[in-house]
């Protein structure tokens, strides 16, 4: 079945030091895997998905088929990096799976 | 405006109530999308709508009645919900049901049933 988990309700970084939001999945076949994130007062968006293999806002995320993982980092942590992340899951372009979420990571940067 | 628009942002309703929930979305997307998300749970997909066709239905409760009269329009018609349904309501929109498309979100009705 599929799955998607967030070990980590709640992280909390001082600024400058290094992230880590941690996402694993259960997937049969070949998943396509993405980060949302939602900032206070504003709305659930795209942070990055792996077909696009993109550094957005300085994270990325390398998917790792071995470990069934994919896990969102970035160097330095920076305030207004605080905000909700849900890592995401779906089938791939040749598959009907839609999108699945994880239940989220609260990152908190502590100046 | 562009994106995605939700109305209301709150709705409070008794359990013999009807309501609607309304999204609109300017992004010329082909497929709309209904989620739950509830406290201490992951966004529950409800609803998929690709080109005013309804694609899926979650095992959603018959009290949860989604309507898309096109490709811009979705509610969700609400009528003697339970107040293990007060939640919040996001609607989505992509370019396609494809499920490599980006998900873009309305801002959420938040309910509360009384």
């Known amino acids: 079945a599929q799955r998607v988990t967030q070990p980590e309700k709640l992280l909390s970084v001082f600024k400058g030091a290094p992230v880590e939001l941690k996402c694993n999945y259960s997937?049969?076949?070949?998943?396509?895997l993405f980060w949302y994130v939602q900032y206070s007062r504003q709305r659930l968006q795209l942070l990055l998905r792996?077909?696009s293999r993109e550094s957005i806002k300085g994270f990325t995320a390398d998917l790792n088929k071995g470990e069934t993982s994919f896990h969102l980092k970035k160097p330095f942590a920076q305030e207004e990096d605080s905000a909700m992340y849900y890592c995401?899951?779906?089938?791939?372009?040749?598959?009907?799976?839609?999108?699945?979420f994880g239940k989220g990571t609260r990152l908190h940067i502590l100046p | 405006e562009t994106g995605v628009t939700q109305t209301p942002r709150h709705l409070v309703m008794g359990m013999t109530n009807k309501k609607s929930l309304k999204c609109e979305q300017h992004?010329?997307?082909?497929?709309m999308y209904w989620y739950k998300q509830s406290a201490k749970k992951p966004l529950e997909l409800m609803f998929v709508?690709?080109?005013?066709?309804?694609?899926e239905n979650n095992s959603v409760p018959s009290r949860f009645s989604p309507e898309c009269p096109n490709s811009s329009h979705l509610f969700l018609h609400l009528h003697t919900l339970q107040p293990e349904d007060s939640a919040l309501y996001l609607c989505?929109?992509?370019?396609?049901?494809?499920?490599?498309?980006?998900?873009?979100f309305g801002n959420g009705t938040r309910l509360t049933v009384t």
């Open positions: 989505a929109s992509s370019p396609s049901t494809d499920s490599i498309s980006p998900l873009h």
């Open positions: 997937y049969s076949g070949s998943p396509e």
């Open positions: 792996h077909i």
């Open positions: 995401a899951l779906s089938g791939g372009v040749n598959r009907d799976d839609k999108i699945i």
């Open positions: 992004l010329g997307h082909n497929a």
């Open positions: 709508y690709s080109l005013e066709e309804r694609v």
